[in-house]
């Protein structure tokens, strides 16, 4: 009953923009910490965006930083990712989690202490 329902994803080109969302349901996101994860074929899930709290830094990984923005609505129990300027190396299927921002000490890593992840929502990057 408790879920993150992940949307917005989908086949765009180079240098386009897609936004994804991140929804709770059955549960409010509010004082939960928000990280945006993907795993592309072959590879392992990495940290993409975290958002510890309404106060203080968004993380970015370098590979996004000043393409991707995180963020909350909280109104809409939604958190966003933002993906601009768009690479073929960020086709990936991108996670949203939630965890306890005392417990996760500001990891943005997949191993880290998140209590729910999302069914995961497929972004393609090809002309």
């Known amino acids: 009953q408790l879920q993150l329902v992940e949307s917005g994803g989908g086949l765009v080109q180079p240098g386009g923009s897609l936004r994804l969302s991140c929804e709770g349901s059955g549960f409010t996101l509010d004082p939960y910490a928000i990280g945006w994860f993907r795993q592309a074929p072959g590879k392992e899930r990495e940290g993409v965006s975290c958002i510890m709290s309404s106060i203080g830094s968004p993380y970015y990984a370098d590979s996004v930083k000043g393409r991707f923005t995180i963020s909350r609505d909280n109104a809409k129990n939604t958190v966003y990712l933002q993906m601009n300027s768009l690479k073929t190396e960020d086709t990936a299927v991108y996670y949203c989690?939630?965890?306890?921002?005392?417990?996760?000490?500001?990891?943005?890593?997949?191993?880290?202490?998140?209590?729910?992840w999302g069914q995961g929502t497929q972004v393609t990057v090809s002309s």
């Open positions: 989690a939630a965890g306890s921002p005392l417990l996760l000490f500001n990891l943005c890593v997949p191993t880290a202490t998140w209590d729910y």
